[in-house]
């Protein structure tokens, strides 16, 4: 399958572990922000070009790779959006952002059981909880997964 061949990462990325919890840069770009204000609006088919131009220019952000995942996932395009997913997490595997999103990316496709680890790895991130495991929670609740 197609999909083997986009799970080689760049060396050229830094992982999370390698600089510390914040692997991205803290500055958006212009870029960023204009696609995230059309993600807002459900432009997700505008906002990939802007993401994918940040993104080549900080290719360790690994926020805009989930976000950029995400909207690959919107737009259904389930491999783009699995290798942008899976590249945020081996930046930084304690990401909320990959976590909620990837989780979501497996709702989309009804395997439960790789929600379910998303959730698990929120659960063990967010020691007192957080918005993103809620939302993920809420979510497989609705597709009448059992929770813990």
């Not at 709702?107 to 957080?130: M, S, T, V, W």
Request: aromatic share 10%.
């Amino acid at each position: 399958m197609a999909l083997a061949a986009l799970l080689v990462f760049p060396a050229s990325i830094a992982r999370a572990d390698d600089y510390g919890a914040d692997s991205g840069d803290d500055t958006k770009t212009e870029s960023q922000i204009e696609a995230e204000a059309l993600m807002a609006k459900g432009d997700w088919k505008a906002a990939a070009p802007l993401l994918e131009a940040h993104v080549a220019g900080f290719p360790a952000d690994d926020e805009a790779m989930a976000e950029l995942g995400r909207v690959y996932d919107k737009l259904d395009d389930k491999e783009t959006a699995y290798y942008y997913l899976k590249t945020a997490l081996w930046i930084n595997p304690r990401s909320l952002e990959a976590n909620l999103y990837f989780g979501e990316y497996y709702i989309g496709l009804k395997d439960r059981a790789h929600a379910l680890e998303r959730l698990e790895a929120l659960d063990h991130i967010c020691i007192f909880g957080c918005g993103e495991y809620r939302t993920l929670k809420r979510e497989l609740a609705a597709l009448g997964a059992e929770t813990p």
